[in-house]
């Protein structure tokens, strides 16, 4: 029976908005006073069936809602999805925190005394500092550092990152300005060296920028950092992605190939950078927030700076940024931080589930869905252009709309007509509600 039939009278004259709430609520859960405010939408639209369109309203609300959904695009990071996923989706205790007490002495303490101890021990850093974002780390150490002053930048890499947001925007907000070096393609050391000599130049700093989601090939020519760090002033490594170490010591074999391209945070650090900047919640797998880490005299002016108080993380982002590091530090990555669960699981344990997960389908509705060989990617602008072997299971036909609309929304994407699910990017436990998802395709 459809909700309009429920109650006839209803499409002959507007119901009470009392009636239409408690219809809303047959089919949607949402709180009482949004379930109201749908139904005086319905109402107010002058009908003529009056509940489908209350319900519809609702639908449409709860979709908009944040909520928990299923990866299976095969983009391990993917910005529309969060990142890096959360390390548990379990209610913590609900207790206050020590984050700006000092346990010890009973007085007033700082919020990232602990982050800046767990990341110059991971990077060889003299100090850190953690802010909510990466271009709010790189706004706040122009501002800090380069306000007033002429900033050096690679033409190259000069990029627009997702949502329109550009490097030499954000330079110019921090009141800092832009010299453009080199070509797009090629950038000699002598070029900076150039710009810093220039009569009228002040140059304040040189930024190196990751390339974020494109990469150049062919004729290219990029400056070392070892070179650029012997030009006297300070070299600022945007590093973006946030691999915070190449050799992958969390790892039990060698650095991913995947990975072989990625700056460093240590080793820009070791190679001569007075600072880098990169994201948490991308290859570190964390929470979203910018760490700035470097040279203790230029980190102690980007905590004094008046916007540091405004780009401040909260309590939660650093409670959960600090179990990250320690996991780093445990060298416990690969079974903590979902991201790497998913980096590190073999295509022989990815096939082995998508075979299981196919049988079940066959079983429980006669669905014919093939295991097929595919690659996945890193994601969010990291390692762009590369790609990690991977299965998928393929379906004849485009059910990408129909699977988001799962009690727990599966997000999948469609190739040559084939509507793929790749196993590497969501978790095993979550293999059952795929299965019965993919049941109820029509």
């Avoid at 190196?208 to 020519?221: A, K, L, M, V, Y």
């Avoid at 990555?333 to 980096?343: C, E």
């Amino acid at each position: 029976m459809s909700p309009a039939d429920s109650d006839s009278s209803f499409a002959q004259r507007p119901p009470s908005v009392d009636a239409l709430a408690r219809t809303i609520a047959e089919h949607v859960e949402l709180p009482a006073p949004l379930r109201v405010r749908c139904a005086r939408m319905a109402i107010g639209s002058g009908g003529p069936d009056f509940a489908a369109s209350a319900i519809a309203l609702a639908q449409n609300l709860q979709l908009t809602m944040v909520q928990p959904v299923i990866n299976a695009t095969g983009v391990l990071l993917h910005t529309n999805l969060g990142r890096a996923p959360h390390l548990s989706e379990n209610p913590q205790t609900v207790r206050a925190s020590s984050l700006e007490f000092d346990v010890a002495t009973g007085a007033r303490g700082s919020r990232q005394s602990s982050l800046s101890v767990l990341l110059s021990e991971l990077t060889g850093a003299e100090d850190a500092v953690v802010v909510n974002n990466n271009a709010a780390a790189v706004l706040l150490v122009l501002a800090a550092i380069a306000a007033g002053r002429d900033v050096t930048i690679a033409r190259g890499e000069s990029v627009e990152i997702g949502g329109g947001f550009r490097i030499p925007d954000v330079l110019e907000q921090s009141g800092a300005r832009l010299i453009d070096v080199g070509t797009t393609n090629r950038t000699r050391t002598s070029d900076y060296r150039k710009a810093i000599q220039k009569r009228g130049n002040d140059v304040a700093c040189i930024m190196r920028i990751h390339p974020s989601n494109f990469h150049i090939q062919g004729f290219t020519e990029h400056a070392p950092l070892e070179e650029l760090s012997q030009l006297g002033v300070p070299v600022i490594a945007d590093i973006g992605s946030g691999l915070i170490d190449a050799r992958c010591q969390w790892l039990s074999g060698p650095p991913p190939q995947w990975l072989s391209q990625e700056p460093a945070a240590a080793q820009c650090l070791q190679a001569g950078a007075a600072l880098v900047t990169f994201s948490g919640d991308k290859l570190l797998g964390g929470p979203q927030c910018g760490i700035i880490a470097g040279s203790r005299e230029l980190v102690a002016a980007c905590r004094a700076h008046p916007l540091m108080r405004a780009l401040r993380p909260g309590s939660h982002v650093v409670a959960a940024l600090q179990e990250v590091l320690l996991s780093y530090i445990n060298k416990t990555v690969t079974t903590d931080i979902p991201f790497w669960q998913m980096a590190t699981t073999t295509t022989e344990a990815l096939q082995v589930r998508g075979e299981k997960m196919a049988t079940a389908l066959h079983q429980q509705c006669g669905l014919n869905a093939q295991l097929v060989p595919t690659q996945a990617m890193p994601g969010a602008g990291s390692t762009p252009g590369a790609f990690i072997n991977s299965f998928a299971l393929s379906l004849t036909g485009n059910h990408v709309a129909q699977l988001r609309k799962h009690r727990v929304p599966v997000i999948a994407r469609t190739e040559n007509g084939q509507t793929l699910l790749d196993l590497r990017s969501f978790d095993t436990r979550d293999d059952e509600e795929v299965v019965h998802a993919l049941t109820l395709l029509k």
